[in-house]
Each structure stands twice: as structure tokens, then as C-alpha cells.
């Protein structure tokens, strides 16, 4: 272990927390529900996955980057939905509503074939509502599914427009950038994850630890080279392998 990126990283999330942020939006990596050990849908990832208690550590307590008032977006499956509720609650969050997206395609699935996934609407403190004449967003939003765990960007669009004036930090971007156009590239919105910053297919070790320590400079390896176990270690230390 490198402890002397560990402990800059450390302190670079130390510093992170200080800046206030009222509005997040957050798409987990959950760890895939397996048939086998040995074919399990984990080992088919690009990223590395997380335990419900270690995303509960995540940003539960002091390690929490929103501010007392505050608003979260927050993703989930259909079968996800109580250990969702879990996170949140840990958090410092209450749930208060949904917008549930139509894949409109047919999926897998064990009790039913889904085609749904949800984003919770969560808030702490006293947030304040949306202004009464404020155009809502409906509740249910309906478009085709496209490449694995990617959310259509009408979500980040509605979340941009209700709270035009608010700075945003979305956890657990997966991609190096986004695609031109991306309401999220105007300026208002962080990244923290895995990925950000990180070639797709790629990750900085150091990223991959505690809330991605996104400015950390770390070494970085392909993520098939790096040890499942290692990378589930994200909430439990500051380190690199």
C-alpha cells in the first residue's frame, strides 16, 4: 500500500467536503445478483461493483459530501428497492418520491422480466420543494434501453431545469467525458466515481477508494489486471495496490 497517496487522498476528500453540494445524483455500482460463483454477471463488469454496506459507508456520517439541506437522486432496480431505501436512509436521506424509466425493451429477470428502473427522489434537512409553478417532471419517462447501466440524459435534463442555479455532483460517472451536448458539461455539475476522468475500461486505482478521490493522481491498469477483492475495498480504507 501506497500510504502516502493514501493519506493526500485522504485529505483531498477532507477538503472536497467543505464545498457545499444541495443536489446530487448518484447511479450505484450494485453488485450483480449471481447464479453461479462461476458465471456470475460481476465478472462481465467494466467496473468494479460494491457491497450494500460498503455504498452505505460511502457517504453515511461525516464521509457525507451533501450539505444539511439537500436533495438526492437516486437510482435503483426494481429488486434493488429496499437495499436502496437502506443507502439512503444512511445517508440522511428521506424518501418523498419516483420517476420510473420504461426501457420500453423487455429484459431478464427472476421473478418478472423487467423493463423498469427507478430513480428515488430523496431529500434531508429542509430542502425546499419545487416552486408551485414550476412545471413538474411526470413520473413515468419512457425510452429504449442502450449500452449497459448507461441512463437516458432527459434525467440529468429535468434535474438541471428544476435546479438551474444549484450546483450538482453526480456520483459514479462512468464515462471518460460525455457526449457533446450533455447538459452536464455547462459547468454546474462534479464527477466522483470510478471512472471520472478515466479512460473507459480503465481505472485509477486511487479513484477506486473512498469516494473516487477524483483529483487524486494515481497509477492506472486496466481493470481486468486489478483484484476483484481489492477493488470491492472502496468505503473500508484509503490506499492503492
Known amino acids: 500500500m501506497n500510504t502516502g497517496s493514501a ?3 485522504s485529505e483531498q476528500i477532507a477538503q472536497r467536503q467543505k464545498l457545499p453540494t444541495y443536489n446530487g ?10 447464479w453461479s460463483d462461476e ?4 465478472k462481465g463488469l467494466l467496473y468494479p461493483s460494491m457491497t450494500v454496506d460498503e455504498l452505505i459507508a460511502l457517504c453515511a456520517g461525516d464521509r457525507s459530501p451533501f450539505t444539511q439541506d439537500a436533495i438526492l437522486y437516486f437510482w435503483t432496480t426494481t429488486n434493488r428497492l429496499d437495499d436502496a431505501l437502506r443507502i439512503i436512509k444512511a445517508w440522511g436521506f428521506s424518501y418523498v418520491s419516483m420517476i420510473t424509466w420504461d426501457k420500453v425493451n423487455i429484459g431478464m429477470g427472476r421473478w418478472v422480466r423487467d423493463r423498469t428502473e427507478h430513480l428515488l427522489i430523496c431529500k434531508r434537512g429542509n ?3 419545487i416552486d408551485l409553478y414550476t412545471p413538474k417532471p411526470e413520473s413515468l419517462y419512457s425510452e429504449v434501453k442502450t449500452e449497459h447501466s448507461r441512463k437516458p440524459v432527459w434525467f440529468a435534463e429535468e ?4 435546479y438551474p442555479d444549484m450546483r450538482k455532483l ?3 460517472q462512468r464515462k471518460e467525458s460525455l457526449q457533446p451536448g450533455d447538459i452536464r458539461l455547462n459547468g454546474k455539475w462534479e464527477f466522483w466515481g470510478n471512472q471520472a476522468g478515466t479512460p473507459e475500461g480503465e481505472v485509477g486505482l486511487q479513484q477506486a477508494v473512498v469516494m ?5 493522481v494515481a497509477p492506472r491498469r486496466p481493470v481486468a489486471e486489478i483484484a476483484p477483492a481489492r ?3 472502496v468505503g473500508h480504507e484509503f490506499g492503492v495496490v
Open 7 to 9: 493519506t493526500n487522498g
Open 25 to 34: 445524483y448518484c447511479d450505484v455500482p450494485w453488485q450483480q445478483e449471481a
Open 39 to 42: 458465471t456470475g454477471q460481476d
Open 127 to 129: 430542502f425546499p420543494g
Open 231 to 233: 477493488l470491492r475495498a
Open 212 to 216: 473516487g478521490a477524483l483529483d487524486v
Open 170 to 172: 453526480e456520483l459514479f
Open 159 to 162: 434535474i438541471e431545469r428544476l
